[in-house]
């Protein structure tokens, strides 16, 4: 008993004990852990909002998040598609990046129609059901963009998907 006290009394544990405290850690390592957790952060919101907009579940959300985000950006030059992705939250953009329609080569342009309809099939949507998802997913995208990302987007686009995205809020 007296053993046990007097290790108990003998100050902090040694280092090999001692649970890893975040100064223990390189900075590289802490920064990329605050940085982790502000890209989680932000595509929560970016979730929670588009899920409250849509009235849809958090899985839904992200796949309609990355459906009509990667129809849009074909839509626009690529350029502006990289300005775009610079806004959102970086969890976004790397579903994205593992999108399979940003293997194609150069896509067709399109218009309203076309645009809706590929997102009904990649969503396996009812038609009717499709504006709406559409809405909320560019409603939530214009949250997460500055104005002028906005008015640049909206330029790029034709006048039947200008009414989609200038109206999505």
């Not at 544990?13 to 605050?34: G, K």
């Not at 959300?61 to 502006?80: F, G, K, P």
Request: proline share 6%.
């Amino acid at each position: 008993m007296a053993d046990d006290h007097e290790q108990q009394g003998k100050g902090a544990p040694q280092e090999d004990e001692r649970p890893a405290s975040r100064r223990d850690l390189p900075i590289e390592v802490r920064r990329a852990q605050r940085s982790e957790s502000r890209a989680s952060q932000t595509y929560k919101a970016f979730l929670d909002h588009l899920c409250e907009r849509g009235g849809m579940s958090p899985s839904v959300a992200q796949q309609a998040a990355v459906s009509v985000l990667c129809a849009l950006e074909q839509r626009i030059l690529a350029e502006e598609a990289a300005d775009l992705e610079a806004q959102l939250p970086l969890k976004l953009t790397a579903l994205l990046h593992r999108c399979e329609r940003h293997e194609e080569e150069l896509p067709p342009k399109f218009g309203r129609e076309h645009l809706l309809k590929r997102v009904g099939e990649d969503l396996s949507l009812n038609p009717d059901a499709v504006e709406p998802v559409v809405r909320a997913v560019l409603d939530a995208l214009r949250h997460q963009i500055s104005e002028g990302e906005a008015e640049d987007v909206m330029s790029q686009l034709p006048h039947d998907l200008r009414d989609l995205w200038g109206r999505a809020i």
